[in-house]
């Protein structure tokens, strides 16, 4: 059984050699944390587009779809796609309101880090934590419809998080930049 002849192979391509749409060395499969321009290329491209087929994310870089199939697959292999998920509008759930929680721990030690951790991740309401250097311990990020519902969130689980000393609440009057990924 014959195979099909990729219109944009190199003649290393054809030797069977591994990943060479880049030469002789591919990055992302030898461990090497060093990402070459098409590796860039195909994570940005992902990064708006997470749904695109092969072909398409081949067309956008410049390689066949067999070439970017290839290359997605070490990236994910690699660790430099760690998934993909649906990017959804906070607003058309009623959820109208972005809330920057500023939070102190009683101490950072790793009881007591890794608690507060795994309580944020069990969370519904927190929509990112961030790990501060600073006067602060941790960022947290929730959307709420209100000021009813971000009380209710404190009250039910903000106010419950193991090893928090103090909770500083900022309201976001209005969204100026806000990347969005199409």
């Known amino acids: 059984m014959g195979t099909k002849r990729d219109k944009n192979a190199t003649p290393a391509q054809e030797s069977g050699a591994p990943y060479p749409e880049t030469g002789s060395q591919y990055a992302s499969a030898t461990g090497n944390n060093n990402l070459d321009e098409l590796d860039e290329s195909i ?49 058309l759930l009623g959820k109208r309101m972005t809330v920057f929680i500023r939070v102190s721990l009683e101490r950072q030690s790793a009881p007591v880090l890794a608690a507060f951790e795994t309580a944020v991740r069990r969370s519904k309401g927190i929509v990112s934590c961030h790990l501060m250097a600073g006067q602060y311990d941790y960022m947290l990020v929730v959307c709420v419809a209100g000021i009813d519902d971000y009380g209710r969130l404190h009250q039910n689980e903000l106010s419950r998080l193991p090893g928090v000393t103090r909770l500083e609440t900022s309201f976001a009057l209005r969204d100026v930049l806000e990347e969005t990924k199409s």
């Open 43 to 91: 994570l940005h491209f992902l990064e708006r587009h997470g749904r695109a087929t092969n072909y398409e994310v081949g067309e956008a870089v410049g390689l066949s779809a067999s070439a970017a199939s290839r290359r997605i697959q070490a990236l994910e292999a690699a660790g430099a796609i760690r998934g993909y998920r649906a990017q959804i509008d906070d607003r």
